[in-house]
């Protein structure tokens, strides 16, 4: 087994970015029409690592008295320690994430570590399965996986020191590290997972160590589960700085358009997602097609996972079937390290869609609500918290709801443009990483606090 | 009086005006509806803290709106029990009008009731998402700016971050006990301008954005200046 590698802090402010909502695959084009798509030499090779920003470098988005108020908030932490600790270093949206907090963190003198735990394929095996059964699949707890489970804990439990002030153990691989909680420090879970429908034994079996703990992070109010313990909420945020997210020239924009035979003289409709059914891709192609009779428009596709993924592949294959020979519906394959691709497609769409059936918070529709994008989502999951109805975009709930409100912005761009400029506001004021900040400092004071009483 | 005869710009300031700011953290509580009778329930036993983050604290996560928002009670009255009658009377009270969390509580809770009493069908039928109750944990910090004149305040007006306008300007009647803010006391009891402390009491907070109520104080405070 290969231990896997420790981020430090240098490592964090280097690490690749890893679009949140895509697994790593190898990329192709779905060639539906080859003469109009030519592979761009951006997809060939991921990018050189960008280092991530300092806090200044939000200044000029959330202005300066935001910033000040993070280093008064600070001020009061200033000499505490902090260990967060998590299961890998790269990929994934906790990574992600993580890669930039801690170094603001530290930039704020509150010395934050990053530990990342070590363990074999069949730990990680044990606990993917447990991650889908926490989401509601079908699961049999085997006494052997509960076994594997806990020996890895107790092995990362003898390997690593935790003489932080505050420890914060991110999802349920290292829950049960809470077991090496000694004198006054404070022990915090941050799960990021949607836990609103529990494997009720998996649930049972990791439940006794998340009430050992000082309290519980939750991503959306509907994940919170009943517990003895001060259960906080914590919204995952974007990085206003990332490839994903930064503002492009249009003539950067227009290349990615070129690059795809993307029409920008024509209205365009977006959904960026992997090809899942949670995702309902499907759905959107039923409703663009529903939307068209009456109003001209392009629907755009772009996601990943359907080349390692062999469900990805069969949705991707319902996804074309149901699109048939439309020249107007455009469906891209991408690698995951097509942030600058997916960011230019967003800032290219009239209005983007995220219609999904279930969901954990949706940073997709948090992406396009930061470029502007009037956004029609899905009432699931995390997207109630973004979308208020009618105001920052609009929630449907079926493909004829979606179909409408296609239209009905196509055709009200004044409303739809309204929609954008408030939903770009809400997610400066509640889902920039800059806010991120804000909360964990927070968080961070008000465990100490608990720790003086 | 010597306000009366005392140019502004020459006044001092019995006491420097501090501007603070405040930083919340949203709990998640064990209270939760999905009928508007167990929201009733909930609303009657609830922490203070959780009426205080779905009236006062919604309205500033929502300060860019200038319209259709006014507290998580109304909005949830009409988008996941479709009750606009209701909606529209939750939406019409104004947290300005209180000055303590539990008189806040009551009114809606009264209103409530009289709506429910009369709609008793209402009253049990499913809501499309469930209401979760959370708090609002709060820390106060200093922003670092001091106000010793009133160009000085008119300064730190512009400087400070919305989230210090909403501490001094709406959350401050909590704190207070008084039908006023922050900076209208300091404007009445501290500097002597009283008529620019009751004109900023008039600004509307419902039909503007935090920014916009801001750039208002400013001019207000401004035309107290020439």
Sequence with gaps: MEPMKQPTRDSNRGAPEIPSDQPETSSRVVPLRPERRKLPRSWETPPAPVPPPHLDDYQAIVGAAEIEELRFLARELQGKTVKMVSSTAVGGGVAEMLNRLVPLLSELEV?????????????????????????????????????????????????????????????????????????????????????????PQVWGFLRPFIEQYDAAIFSSQSFARQLPIPQYLVYPCIDPLSEKNRELEDSAVQKVCDEFGINRRRPIVTQVSRFDRLKDPVGVVQAFKLARKYVDCQLVLAGGGASDDPEGATVLKEVQEAAGNDPDIIILDLPPWCALEINALQRASTLVVQKSIKEGFGLTVTEALWKGKPTIAGAVGGIPNQIVHKLTGVLVHSVEGCAYQVRYLLTHPEFAAQLGRNGHEHVKENFLMTTNVRRWLLLIQILLRGAQA | MTSATVPTLQRTPAKPFYFNTSAHLLRITRQRANTLSELLDALRECPDDSIFQHTFRTLQEHHFLREGFSNDFAHWALSACNEPSLAERLASVDVREFTSVPELRDRFIQILEKYLQRNLEAARRRADETFYFCASDTVVVPTGIVAHTMHEFAEGLRRVSVHSIHHHFIEARLRLKLMSNDFSQWLHEDVGLTETARALNRIDIYTATLEDVRGQIVRVVERALT
């Excluded at chain 1, 735990?117 to 049999?140: M, P, Q, R, W």
């Design chain 1, 111 to 199: 010395a934050t570590h990053w530990d990342v735990i070590t363990g074999g394929n069949d730990f990680f095996e044990v606990t993917k399965a447990f991650h889908n059964a926490l989401h509601g699949s079908d699961y049999e707890l085997t006494r052997q996986a509960q076994e594997i489970f806990l020996m890895y804990n107790e092995q990362n439990r003898q390997r690593m020191q935790f003489p932080e002030d505050v420890v914060v153990i991110h999802d349920p691989q290292p829950a049960a590290l809470i077991r090496a909680r000694q004198g006054k420090s404070r022990w915090a879970w941050r799960c990021h997972i949607d836990l609103s429908n529990p494997h």
